[in-house]
């Protein structure tokens, strides 16, 4: 059974910084392409960042391009969001996703059925 435990969130100040982590076990992790989402209160679950299973590749929302940073530890078996230059509008529980279809002739991720539970960021003065 895959396991996803994310980790890292919290609260931080407008222009702040936080990394977030997800631990995966119970699955191959080298092969998978997963990614990022966050859920903000009233609004739907959006992609925010996605990488391919070699690492090469990776998706940014618009929102969130030259801020976030997508990265992935085979070694480890995690797979780290990097966050600076926070902004209240990064406000959301953020969940990891693993095993989804990556789209290179269109540049898309979509999510695959592995979930965390996710990790509240607050960005807040």
């Known amino acids: 059974q895959v396991q996803l435990v994310e980790s890292g969130g919290g609260l931080v100040q407008p222009g702040g910084s936080l990394r977030l982590s997800c631990a995966v076990s119970?699955?191959?992790?080298?092969?998978?392409?997963m990614g990022w989402y966050r859920q903000a209160p009233g609004s739907q679950r959006e992609l925010v960042a996605a990488i391919r299973s070699s690492g090469i590749s990776t998706i940014y929302a618009d929102s969130v391009k030259g801020r976030f940073t997508i990265s992935k530890d085979n070694a480890k078996n995690t797979m780290y969001l990097r966050m600076r230059d926070l902004d209240p509008e990064d406000t959301a529980v953020y969940y990891c996703?693993?095993?989804?279809?990556?789209?290179?002739?269109?540049?898309?991720?979509?999510?695959?059925?592995?979930w965390g539970q996710g990790t509240q960021v607050t960005v807040s003065s």
């Open positions: 996703n693993v095993g989804g279809r990556w789209d290179s002739f269109r540049g898309r991720y979509s999510a695959g059925p592995s």
């Open positions: 119970g699955s191959t992790f080298s092969d998978k392409a």
